[in-house]
């Protein structure tokens, strides 16, 4: 079946604007997370999602980043007010299930590569 | 708090040769550890995980929780495994849904 997907595969934009990135998780998986990546950088969590209960916001650097998600299905993520370093790659995955076991391989969308001007 | 570290930003073997990429993660309890990886102009994807014990593409890794080290090693590197290289720990703490990352370590296979 489709993998995860994520729209735009880039964006360019100018400082202070605010952007919306989206990603559509495997038809199924109940746990979605956010993970950005900065150049030279690792893998940095965001937010994470799973089935109705509240998200884990824990990741995110500061408020002018929120994210919703539709009940077990797309999500968005918006950065608000930009700033030059938001720039990265921002990664979305999601997994059947989560916590420990062999059901909780996360698998990634292909990444939305924001550049702020 | 629970950290992931690969010390090598670089790796660079030759065909054939014997590679290992260094992982060590801090975490007092038993982790459950990952590793990704990303060909070029692919998405990121799971390699093999500890509790699975597999080989996955020659790839193996052996949890030491004395050194709290979870090395991914292959005895004969190929021109394909180039790639760039992930270690992961599943996060413990908050909702134990996460992953905590290492930076990465790239590997260049030269034939």
């Known amino acids: 079946g489709a993998g995860v997907s994520q729209s735009p595969s880039n964006k360019v934009t100018e400082k202070g604007k605010d952007v919306e990135l989206r990603c559509d998780p495997i038809?199924?998986?109940?746990?979605l997370y956010w993970y950005r990546q900065r150049l030279g950088q690792g893998l940095e969590f965001l937010i994470y999602f799973q089935g109705n209960s509240a998200p884990d916001k824990s990741g995110l650097p500061s408020d002018r980043f929120s994210a919703e998600r539709t009940g077990e299905s797309v999500s968005t993520l918006t950065i608000q007010r930009t700033q030059q370093e938001d720039s990265a790659v921002y990664l979305c995955?999601?997994?059947?299930?989560?916590?420990?076991?062999?059901?909780?391989?996360?698998?990634f969308g292909p990444g939305t590569r924001l550049t702020v001007l | 708090a629970q950290r992931v570290t690969q010390p090598e930003k670089l790796l660079s073997v030759f065909k054939g040769a014997p590679v290992e990429l260094k992982c060590n993660y801090s975490y007092s309890g038993s982790p459950e550890l990952f590793w990704y990886v990303q060909y070029s102009r692919q998405r990121l994807q799971l390699l093999l995980r500890?509790?699975s014990r597999e080989s996955i593409k020659g790839f193996t890794a052996d949890l030491n929780k004395g050194e709290t080290s979870f090395h991914l090693k292959k005895p004969f590197a190929q021109e394909e495994d180039s790639a760039m290289y992930y270690c992961?720990?599943?996060?413990?703490?908050?909702?134990?849904?996460?992953?905590?990352f290492g930076k990465g370590t790239k590997l260049s296979v030269k034939p």
């Open positions: 500890h509790i």
């Open positions: 038809s199924g998986h109940t746990a």
């Open positions: 992961a720990l599943l996060n413990y703490g908050g909702s134990q849904g996460n992953l905590i």
């Open positions: 995955a999601s997994s059947l299930v989560t916590g420990f076991g062999t059901a909780n391989e996360q698998f």
